[in-house]
Antibody
Framework: EVQLVESGGGLVKPGGSLRVSCVAS????????MSWVRQAPGKGLEWVGH??????????HLAPPVKGRFTISRDDSKNTLYLEMNSLKTEDTGIYYC????????WGQGTLVTVSS | QSVLTQPPSVSAAPGQKVTISCSGS????????VSWYQQVPGTAPKLLIY???KRPSGTPDRFSGSKSGTSATLGITGLQTGDEADYYC???????????FGTGTEVTVL
């Protein structure tokens, strides 16, 4: 059974930084492309970005609203996906989900990031 | 602001049918596969339909998907109270180089 467990969310001030993690199990993580999707309170889904498997280059691609501020990385030895968030803005507040690419088939329960002074 | 447009809400009585439209453009729906996701409030989204009309194991055949040109449609027949949720379409947008979601549709069973 595929399991994705996010952690690391919390309250951070505007301009601050935060790293959230996603531990995967139940599938061969090293072969998988992975995505981050977020959802602001009471709003719809927004794709944040994804990262390829290491065998396919391990490169990441981020959506325009977060490009230059967020970084996606992975540690296949720990079956863990990361989202490093810098220069956070109030509009980055929301639940952050990790999910399997490209179909976004399996989802974690999400971790809440609140950007507020 | 989403590039895929869905109606904000649809409703019908139990046992009836509803359809949800998803309107896009040639840079997204017109040239890429469409997926549909179901999200019960307070829970994570769930993949319902992929590649326009394929159902993952676990998706009842009451749910169907179709695509024509730059629009896609999700159909739900034999509506049940458990189908009350928000539904989102999604696809890759080649111009934005990003995965895009629809604005979301709330389904209410009367």
């Amino acid at each position: 059974e595929v399991q994705l467990v996010e952690s690391g969310g919390g309250l951070v001030k505007p301009g601050g930084s935060l790293r959230v993690s996603c531990v995967a199990s139940g599938f061969t993580f090293s072969n998988a492309w992975m995505s981050w999707v977020r959802q602001a309170p009471g709003k719809g889904l927004e794709w944040v970005g994804h990262i390829k498997s290491e065998t396919e280059g391990g490169t990441s691609h981020l959506a325009p609203p977060v490009k230059g501020r967020f970084t996606i990385s992975r540690d296949d030895s720990k079956n863990t996906l990361y989202l490093e968030m810098n220069s956070l803005k109030t509009e980055d507040t929301g639940i952050y989900y990790c999910t399997t690419d490209p179909l976004l088939e399996d989802w974690g329960q999400g971790t809440l990031v609140t950007v507020s002074s | 602001q989403s590039v895929l447009t869905q109606p904000p809400s649809v409703s019908a009585a139990p046992g009836q049918k509803v359809t949800i439209s998803c309107s896009g453009s040639s840079s997204n729906i017109g040239n890429n596969y469409v997926s549909w996701y179901q999200q019960v409030p307070g829970t994570a989204p769930k993949l319902l339909i992929y590649d326009n009309n394929k159902r993952p194991s676990g998706t009842p055949d009451r749910f169907s998907g179709s695509k024509s040109g730059t629009s896609a449609t999700l159909g739900i027949t034999g509506l049940q109270t458990g189908d009350e949720a928000d539904y989102y379409c999604g696809t890759w947008d080649s111009s934005l180089s990003a995965y895009v979601f629809g604005t979301g549709t709330e389904v209410t069973v009367l």
